[in-house]
């Protein structure tokens, strides 16, 4: 390969963007050193696209070997180079500057941030006081830490536990608030501090299994707190909406699923197979308070009792899109770092907006859209998303992320889901915890 030839390849590699970020946007990635500023809307084809975080990390990497190269092509002139020590430098140059850098755009991109199961996506959308959720994010950022393979960071994730165990005596009063005359409040406080003290033990020993295990009660425990704090809606209403049913705080929805034609689902744990199965539901009104409000309103009111369903390969649907029943919610969605929801828009996922509550969850629980008008979900029609990573975009999110208002996800009985088939019977559906939470106006 001549000279020129290998400046082309360069030239052509790095003058086009593995994105499509917006002109004058700065893109900021985990390394402070790699951030830096659109100037073009040039794009490579689809499948050589990559999310922003890995395509500016690639770029300083190709840069990095390029000007390797031209000396690797300056050294070749010369007579008695060894050959050997030519392909070791390479080696060393390509390690160095393009694995490494890539490492770190593993563990900051979009696929390890977005929470991949319900339960986290449900704790972190809890309207927590700053401290506590600065322990939360310490703490969880060891379940980041603990996927590195072999060498794991022990050292960061001990600092991490102390950091979060520290905020936790010191401003004591931050996680009991004005519940610390409550005996179970008391008892989940201790039950936190101590857990993370078993938590350092355990980092200590290197044992990734109880780390991870530790990790989970700690977070749990600490989720218990947020939620017994949490002071309902912490933002207003737009004015026109303050007529609508609203759920100010979290519910558990039970749905009994009736197998058609004699068939029966089989439990994953094993036991006995039965015509019907149940699936336990938790209804956020936090992030969705109005899609949430109409939702158990419909509940209570038997309005899916006997409802069919139809599926699909990414979602089981409630047959029930002709009914008139149900308020016209408009598109709900709270997006990350927000405090309140936005209506009548969505998120648009290439800008960097996640919502707070993501769809790229298995078991996610949303309101199909509205047939009349892409501004508003239907007033009684909800689907489950049955998350596969294998039809999802870049970094694992789904290609309708922000698209739909998502208000809760299944917690319980996830197996069911992947059995349920078209034709099958949504027997009943209450709501079985957090009934106080549904605040339903009065009309004069």
Same mark, same amino acid.
């Given at each position: =390969?001549?000279?020129?030839?290998?400046?082309?390849?360069?030239?052509?590699?790095?003058?086009?963007?593995?994105?499509?970020?917006?002109?004058?946007?700065?893109?900021?990635?985990?390394? %402070?050193?790699?951030?830096?500023?659109?100037?073009?809307?040039?794009?490579?084809?689809?499948?050589?696209?990559?999310?922003?975080?890995?395509?500016?990390?690639?770029?300083?990497?190709?840069?990095?070997?390029?000007?390797?190269?031209?000396?690797?092509?300056?050294?070749?002139?010369?007579?008695?180079?060894?050959?050997?020590?030519?392909?070791?430098?390479?080696?060393?140059?390509?390690?160095?500057?393009?694995?490494?850098?890539?490492?770190?755009?593993?563990?900051?991109?979009?696929?390890?941030?977005?929470?991949?199961?319900?339960?986290?996506?449900?704790?972190?959308?809890?309207?927590?006081?700053?401290? =506590?959720?600065?322990?939360?994010?310490?703490?969880?950022?060891?379940?980041?830490?603990?996927?590195? @393979?072999?060498?794991?960071?022990?050292?960061? =994730?001990?600092?991490?536990?102390?950091?979060?165990?520290?905020?936790?005596?010191?401003?004591?009063?931050?996680?009991?608030? !004005?519940?610390?005359?409550?005996?179970?409040?008391?008892?989940?406080?201790?039950?936190?501090?101590?857990?993370?003290?078993?938590?350092?033990?355990?980092?200590?020993?290197?044992?990734?299994?109880?780390?991870?295990?530790?990790?989970?009660?700690?977070?749990?425990?600490?989720?218990?707190?947020?939620?017994?704090?949490? %002071?309902?809606?912490?933002?207003?209403?737009?004015?026109?909406?303050?007529?609508? %049913?609203?759920?100010?705080?979290?519910?558990?929805?039970?749905?009994?699923?009736?197998?058609?034609?004699?068939?029966?689902?089989?439990?994953?744990?094993?036991?006995?197979?039965?015509?019907?199965?149940?699936?336990?539901?938790?209804?956020?009104?936090?992030?969705?308070?109005?899609?949430?409000? !109409?939702?158990?309103?419909?509940?209570?009111?038997?309005?899916?009792?006997?409802?069919?369903?139809?599926?699909?390969?990414?979602?089981?649907?409630?047959?029930?899109?002709?009914?008139?029943?149900?308020?016209?919610? @408009?598109?709900?969605?709270?997006?990350?770092?927000?405090?309140?929801?936005?209506?009548?828009?969505?998120?648009?996922?290439?800008?960097?907006?996640?919502?707070?509550?993501?769809?790229?969850?298995?078991?996610?629980?949303?309101?199909?859209? !509205?047939?009349?008008?892409?501004?508003?979900?239907? @007033?009684?029609?909800?689907?489950?998303?049955?998350?596969?990573?294998?039809?999802?975009?870049?970094?694992?999110?789904?290609?309708?992320?922000?698209?739909?208002?998502?208000?809760?996800?299944?917690?319980?009985?996830?197996?069911?889901?992947?059995?349920?088939?078209?034709?099958?019977?949504?027997?009943?559906?209450?709501?079985?915890?957090?009934?106080?939470?549904?605040?339903?106006?009065?009309?004069?």
């Amino acid at each position: =390969m001549s000279m020129s030839s290998v400046h082309a390849f360069f030239k052509y590699t790095t003058t086009y963007s593995y994105g499509y970020p917006r002109r004058g946007q700065r893109i900021v990635t985990a390394n %402070p050193r790699y951030s830096w500023k659109c100037e073009s809307h040039r794009r490579l084809p689809a499948p050589l696209q990559s999310n922003f975080s890995e395509s500016v990390l690639m770029l300083q990497s190709v840069k990095k070997i390029k000007s390797e190269c031209f000396v690797l092509l300056i050294l070749l002139r010369k007579k008695g180079t060894s050959l050997f020590l030519l392909l070791l430098h390479l080696m060393v140059v390509v390690s160095s500057s393009y694995l490494v850098p890539f490492a770190n755009a593993v563990l900051y991109s979009p696929d390890t941030k977005v929470p991949r199961t319900g339960e986290l996506a449900l704790r972190r959308a809890i309207p927590a006081n700053p401290k =506590m959720k600065a322990a939360q994010d310490s703490l969880e950022d060891i379940s980041y830490l603990l996927r590195i @393979p072999q060498r794991k960071p022990y050292a960061t =994730m001990e600092a991490d536990v102390k950091k979060a165990l520290k905020m936790a005596v010191e401003e004591k009063d931050s996680f009991v608030g !004005n519940l610390k005359d409550r005996e179970d409040v008391s008892k989940l406080y201790t039950s936190f501090v101590d857990t993370n003290k078993k938590l350092i033990q355990y980092i200590k020993e290197k044992d990734a299994d109880r780390v991870s295990v530790g990790l989970s009660n700690a977070l749990d425990t600490l989720a218990e707190l947020e939620i017994l704090q949490a %002071p309902g809606l912490s933002f207003l209403l737009p004015t026109q909406y303050k007529e609508y %049913p609203r759920f100010t705080g979290r519910g558990v929805v039970e749905l009994t699923i009736e197998k058609s034609g004699g068939s029966t689902f089989f439990p994953a744990s094993g036991g006995e197979a039965k015509n019907v199965a149940k699936l336990k539901v938790v209804v956020d009104g936090y992030s969705a308070p109005l899609t949430a409000g !109409n939702f158990v309103k419909l509940v209570i009111d038997g309005a899916y009792d006997g409802i069919g369903v139809k599926c699909t390969d990414q979602a089981v649907v409630s047959d029930n899109e002709n009914k008139d029943t149900g308020y016209s919610v @408009p598109i709900e969605v709270m997006p990350s770092g927000e405090f309140e929801p936005l209506y009548k828009t969505t998120l648009s996922i290439q800008d960097g907006e996640l919502p707070v509550l993501p769809l790229s969850v298995y078991g996610a629980l949303a309101m199909a859209h !509205n047939p009349v008008s892409e501004e508003y979900s239907s @007033p009684s029609q909800f689907f489950f998303y049955l998350y596969d990573k294998r039809n999802a975009g870049l970094g694992g999110l789904s290609f309708d992320e922000g698209q739909f208002s998502v208000f809760g996800y299944v917690i319980g009985g996830k197996d069911v889901l992947s059995q349920i088939k078209s034709g099958d019977v949504i027997q009943s559906a209450k709501i079985v915890e957090g009934l106080d939470h549904l605040i339903i106006p009065t009309t004069n």
